[in-house]
């Protein structure tokens, strides 16, 4: 890696010098090039043409022959000038952009970590997923990517990238990924649910028709989901009516428990509505996404696959190392006991697990 910035510092050298040098030689012919020095001097020959045929009187000639000759100096002095100091500005502009890149190498061998071999992706993702709790969604997402790879035919592991998506600013990757789930279990009501909040999320507002479709898809599949139920009362209300929205709301209300956030929202936008008659100007916001809930997602994941595939050391520290993490001490301690029972005779493979759980950390 050191050898590569030498070589890239020699070459931002080169190439600086280069342009600067060759800049310089550019404004060097102009200014040599400059006609104004020729225009005074034609003009002195011209004064003494027109004086030598009589033209020009001897009073007039003095006069003008002085004028063109000052302009003549002046200008001369003025070219003599800039020369001298172009070069010396040429000088230090080529030695400024020689030095720059050299003293940038310089801070990044004191400063920098030269010899760190770089990470690869696949190495990161195995980082993340070894402790996701401290992952944003992007890299939440990133693994969750992997997880999905892993279990093709699961929707699950599908609807938790979904909502890493979304909660990541991608509402058009979340809903491409919730169909697929639905390829899977279409009768799952709260993935209509969650299809449908992500369309009115992309379009703006609860109203588009793909989003009305999925609501009532979800509905009809579980009358009792909350979402879907909110999303119809929501779209009688932009429709015109409002009284069959707000019952709608209100059926709803009586629904959820007293504990429930979401219920105190509803009566708020339920009070507006009858107080105007319009819904509230904002939407209602995607709730933020559950970290423990992706991260026992995966473990759970982890834990099935541990139960059909159990000759996998490294899994099974993995799987200790989580449950640590999620706080969950009984089951974090049956693992452990799983593990030593199944590696008691393979030292080998439980140091495996050992390091596995240690580098997990």
Same mark, same amino acid.
């Given at each position: 890696?050191?050898?590569?910035?030498?070589?890239?510092?020699?070459?931002?050298?080169?190439?600086?010098?280069?342009?600067?040098?060759? *800049?310089?030689? #550019?404004?060097?012919?102009?200014?040599?090039?400059?006609?104004?020095?020729?225009?005074?001097?034609?003009?002195? %020959?011209?004064?003494?043409?027109?004086? %030598?045929?009589?033209?020009?009187?001897?009073?007039?000639?003095?006069?003008?022959?002085?004028?063109?000759?000052?302009?003549?100096?002046?200008? *001369?002095?003025?070219?003599?000038?800039? #020369?001298?100091?172009?070069?010396?500005?040429?000088?230090?502009?080529?030695? /400024?952009?020689?030095?720059?890149?050299?003293?940038?190498?310089?801070?990044?061998?004191?400063? @920098?970590?030269?010899?760190?071999?770089?990470?690869?992706?696949?190495?990161?993702?195995?980082?993340?997923?070894?402790?996701?709790?401290?992952?944003?969604?992007?890299?939440?997402?990133?693994?969750?990517?992997?997880?999905? #790879?892993?279990?093709?035919?699961?929707?699950?592991?599908?609807?938790? /990238?979904?909502?890493?998506?979304?909660?990541?600013?991608?509402?058009?990757?979340?809903?491409?990924?919730?169909?697929?789930?639905?390829?899977?279990?279409?009768?799952?009501?709260?993935?209509?649910?969650?299809?449908?909040?992500?369309?009115?999320? $992309?379009?703006?507002?609860?109203?588009?028709?793909? %989003?009305? *479709?999925?609501?009532?898809?979800?509905?009809?599949?579980?009358?009792?989901?909350?979402?879907?139920?909110?999303?119809?009362?929501?779209?009688?209300?932009?429709?015109?009516?409002?009284?069959?929205?707000?019952?709608?709301?209100?059926?709803?209300?009586?629904?959820?428990?007293? %504990?429930?956030?979401?219920?105190?929202?509803?009566?708020?936008?339920?009070?507006?509505?009858?107080?105007? @008659?319009?819904?509230?100007?904002?939407?209602?916001?995607?709730?933020?996404?559950?970290?423990?809930?992706?991260?026992?997602?995966?473990?759970?994941?982890?834990?099935?696959?541990?139960?059909?595939?159990?000759?996998?050391?490294?899994?099974?520290?993995?799987?200790?190392?989580?449950? @640590?993490?999620?706080?969950?001490?009984?089951?974090? $301690?049956?693992?452990?006991?799983?593990?030593?029972?199944?590696?008691?005779?393979?030292?080998?493979?439980?140091?495996?697990?050992?390091?596995?759980?240690?580098?997990?950390?």
């Amino acid at each position: 890696m050191i050898v590569f910035w030498v070589a890239a510092a020699l070459l931002s050298v080169a190439v600086a010098v280069l342009i600067v040098s060759r *800049a310089q030689r #550019a404004a060097d012919r102009l200014a040599a090039e400059d006609p104004t020095l020729a225009v005074y001097r034609r003009q002195l %020959a011209e004064i003494d043409d027109l004086a %030598a045929r009589g033209l020009l009187p001897q009073a007039e000639q003095r006069s003008a022959r002085t004028e063109a000759s000052r302009r003549l100096l002046a200008a *001369a002095e003025t070219e003599a000038a800039p #020369a001298g100091a172009s070069r010396r500005n040429r000088t230090l502009v080529i030695a /400024l952009a020689a030095a720059a890149p050299l003293a940038a190498l310089a801070l990044y061998i004191v400063v @920098g970590s030269p010899g760190m071999a770089d990470l690869p992706f696949a190495q990161r993702l195995k980082v993340w997923r070894a402790d996701p709790s401290r992952l944003d969604p992007e890299r939440m997402a990133a693994v969750l990517h992997q997880v999905v #790879a892993e279990h093709p035919g699961d929707p699950t592991p599908l609807v938790y /990238l979904a909502r890493a998506e979304v909660a990541a600013g991608d509402p058009a990757s979340a809903e491409q990924d919730l169909r697929r789930a639905l390829v899977l279990d279409p009768k799952r009501p709260e993935l209509w649910a969650l299809l449908g909040e992500t369309l009115a999320m $992309q379009a703006g507002d609860a109203a588009s028709p793909a %989003a009305r *479709a999925a609501f009532q898809h979800a509905s009809d599949l579980d009358p009792s989901q909350p979402g879907p139920r909110y999303y119809i009362g929501r779209d009688q209300i932009a429709g015109g009516d409002v009284q069959g929205g707000l019952a709608t709301w209100k059926a709803l209300d009586a629904r959820l428990a007293a %504990a429930d956030p979401r219920r105190a929202v509803l009566e708020r936008q339920m009070a507006m509505v009858e107080k105007t @008659g319009v819904l509230p100007s904002s939407q209602p916001q995607q709730p933020p996404i559950d970290q423990q809930a992706l991260i026992r997602a995966m473990v759970a994941q982890l834990a099935g696959q541990l139960q059909t595939q159990p000759d996998n050391p490294q899994g099974w520290g993995r799987l200790i190392r989580s449950y @640590g993490v999620l706080g969950d001490e009984p089951r974090r $301690q049956a693992a452990l006991a799983r593990a030593q029972a199944l590696f008691k005779d393979h030292p080998d493979a439980w140091k495996q697990v050992e390091d596995a759980e240690a580098n997990a950390e």
